[in-house]
């Protein structure tokens, strides 16, 4: 009996379903998946469980070929344990492009009020706070405005000199789809704050050409480093 429970399907199958238990455990999945396909993990881990008790009563030889083949299953456990509660921060936007306004299919609802606390705006006209996702869907409404937006900093834009961005990643199903939405404001060169800290700046903003593109651009007038609101907070699902 102890031989079959120590093969190699056996446990590769258990450290699939303990890895994905792990996932589930406060909701580390969103570190990669959109919250609506949740229950994904939860469906994996207990077939990954319910196989692997399965294969712990059968007597399968422990072959060269499964040993292979199972290093190569075990691969993404190693990834996934490895990348922790990382999000995608200034090494992913290097490679990908800040999604472009796409003036024609906005809307132009009333701008939403800010939710701040009185103790978070340094003066008593400061402009209200907007998420990044509702500046990029309703920019007919902040077109111009004074806004105050929270988002991830990155000190340099690649091919863009002198400018700096703000930033999050919308999440359509995981973050192998992640399309960084932001804004571009003077580059930051002489600040303490560095890229992939959490930051709220303060100014108006408007539209400037990009490579031929619409692109968010604020006249900046205050930044600030700020704590993280949460773990996956550079991640946009909605």
Excluded at 150 to 155: E, L, M
């Amino acid at each position: 009996m102890v031989s079959k429970l120590i093969s190699l399907p056996f446990w590769i199958l258990t450290v699939w379903g303990l890895t994905l238990g792990w996932l589930s455990y406060d909701n580390q999945y969103q570190m990669f998946l959109a919250p609506k396909f949740g229950f994904l993990i939860y469906i994996s881990m207990a077939l990954s469980l319910i196989f692997a008790l399965g294969i712990a009563r059968l007597n399968i030889r422990n072959r060269i070929d499964n040993s292979i083949k199972g290093m190569i299953l075990l691969l993404p456990v190693l990834f996934i344990l490895s990348a922790g509660e990382q999000t995608l921060g200034n090494f992913a936007l290097s490679k990908r492009t800040i999604k472009p306004v796409q003036t024609d299919l906005v809307q132009s609802p009333p701008p939403v009020i800010s939710t701040a606390q009185p103790s978070e705006s340094p003066t008593t006209n400061a402009p209200p706070l907007v998420s990044i996702s509702k500046l990029m869907r309703n920019w007919n409404a902040y077109d111009g405005k004074r806004v105050t937006v929270d988002g991830v900093f990155s000190k340099t834009v690649v091919d863009q000199e002198g400018l700096s961005a703000v930033f999050r990643y919308f999440i359509t199903c995981c973050a192998a789809d992640a399309v960084p939405v932001g804004i571009f404001i003077p580059q930051q060169a002489n600040t303490k704050i560095k890229s992939d800290d959490w930051v709220r700046v303060m100014g108006k903003v408007h539209i400037a050409k990009m490579d031929e593109y619409d692109v968010i651009s604020m006249e900046l007038e205050t930044i600030e480093k700020r704590e993280k609101p949460s773990k996956n907070a550079a991640y946009i699902f909605d």
